[in-house]
């Protein structure tokens, strides 16, 4: 992640990149309704729960492909964009986990990433500083590990189809863990070298 923003480019709440942000956040409980509905009874669900999230996945490459293009970032978007991304990866850890598919290990190690974040996050709000823009190691890193949520989901089975589910999905899940940690401890420095300097401005 970067301290440095793009530029606002526009005010405008109702965009089509902003609508596609809304509605990838609309999918989160359903995504999460979805993967959880035989935990409780209902029928698995899994083909539609994938459906949804790689729908999420397509709207996220579009909007902020079509907010550059069309000259429609907004500061509304900035928030949308990482919020729905973060809350796609919480609502799947804890679908995938509570369904034991995912070992708690690696949901710990990806929650304390996130907690990490949010202390960087309170430091610059209190220093003044807006909130950070994604960058491309970040989204590497999450990209990564949405194409390993689905691959694991598509494990749970005993087909050769879930085996070889299961190979690609953790290495993706590898990679994935393993460049959002990087992204973070980068985030880390950046902050630390910004409140360096306010120390030495003061």
Do not use: C, H
Request: proline share 5%; net charge positive; hydrophobic share 55%.
């Amino acid at each position: 992640m970067e301290v440095q923003e793009t530029r606002v480019q526009t005010d405008r709440v109702l965009t089509i990149p902003n609508i596609l942000s809304m509605a990838r956040l609309a999918g989160v409980p359903l995504f999460l309704w979805l993967i959880l509905l035989p935990e409780f009874g209902g029928p698995r669900s899994d083909g539609w729960a994938l459906l949804v999230l790689m729908l999420s996945g397509v709207s996220d490459y579009l909007d902020g492909k079509l907010a550059r293009r069309w000259n429609q970032v907004s500061s509304l978007g900035r928030l949308l964009d990482p919020a729905a991304d973060r809350l796609y990866i919480l609502s799947t850890l804890l679908g995938l986990t509570w369904r034991e598919i995912l070992p708690l290990w690696l949901t710990a190690a990806l929650l304390a990433r996130e907690l990490m974040l949010l202390v960087m996050v309170w430091i610059l709000r209190r220093r003044g500083y807006p909130p950070p823009q994604v960058n491309f190691l970040g989204k590497a890193a999450t990209f990564n590990l949405m194409y390993a949520f689905p691959l694991l989901l598509l494990s749970d089975g005993s087909t050769w189809l879930a085996s070889l589910a299961a190979v690609f999905g953790w290495a993706f899940a590898g990679w994935g863990t393993t460049l959002y940690w990087w992204a973070g401890i980068l985030y880390v420095v950046q902050v630390r070298r910004l409140v360096k300097a306010d120390a030495a401005a003061d």
